[in-house]
């Protein structure tokens, strides 16, 4: 699977839009780029997917550039109970390899009043 | 919709002892189910893949033997440690795929807390 590159840590002030970058240079054609999220002590939640075109769903937007080299998760809005560490993901197909996701180190998030 | 739990949602046991870990689909059928371990301040880290009625896929550096995972049902899957060691004090979280689509989400249970004294 492609490697992803994000910042450690970035800061928010809340009811501002949160920009959390990802890098995923060596990212394939087949390769579908996915974000979740951890808040403290709890499970993934699953935010957003996409291969090449924009996304949008009621928690966020993510948007790829056109080299797919790169992408962007977007928190219209970040309220406090967005601080979480934010994870970019990049992986196959889930019919390839039994739909496993790999981990990296994620961005920590956290929105100050 | 899509919700997994696992029980318990704490475990305090002493060296030497076993525990198990539950993780269930409570409102879905998954065939597949993933057991991830996380230490303080660090990522997940996925331990094996769990199919249901076949033996679990162990990712490299898991000892099989140590973390046995059984999937029984469409809806079961259990992780038990093995003659736990305090290094084994540890973030248990488990990971469900639905059965019968292309779905590429994943939900995740809300983690099982381990510490061995």
């Known amino acids: 699977d492609a490697k992803t590159t994000q910042p450690t840590s970035m800061d928010c002030a809340e009811g501002r839009a949160a920009n959390l970058p990802c890098n995923h240079s060596t990212i394939s054609g087949n390769e579908y780029v996915y974000w979740y999220r951890q808040i403290h002590s709890q499970g993934p939640q699953y935010i957003i997917h996409g291969l090449k075109n924009n996304e949008t769903n009621e928690m966020a937007s993510l948007i790829i550039t056109e080299d797919r080299k790169s992408s962007t998760l977007i928190l219209p809005h970040a309220t406090l109970r967005d601080t979480a560490v934010y994870y970019c993901i990049v992986r196959p197909a889930v019919y390839n390899q039994g739909g496993k996701l790999i981990f990296g180190q994620g961005t920590e998030l956290s929105v100050k009043p | 919709g899509a919700v997994v739990s696992q029980h318990p949602s704490r475990v305090i046991c002493k060296s030497g002892t076993s525990v198990k870990i539950e993780c269930r689909s409570l409102d879905f059928q998954a065939t597949t189910m993933f057991w991830y371990r996380q230490f303080p301040k660090q990522s997940l880290m996925l331990m094996a893949t769990?199919?249901?009625?076949?033996?679990?896929?162990?990712e490299q550096g898991v000892e099989k033997d140590k973390f046995l995972i059984n999937h029984a049902s469409l809806t079961l899957s259990t992780l038990t440690v093995t003659s736990a060691h305090p290094e084994d004090s540890s973030f248990y979280i488990c990971?469900?795929?639905?059965?019968?689509?292309?779905?590429?989400?994943?939900?995740f249970g809300p983690g099982t807390r381990l510490t061995v004294t």
């Open positions: 769990s199919n249901e009625g076949s033996k679990a896929t162990y």
């Open positions: 990971s469900a795929r639905p059965a019968g689509r292309l779905t590429y989400e994943q939900y």
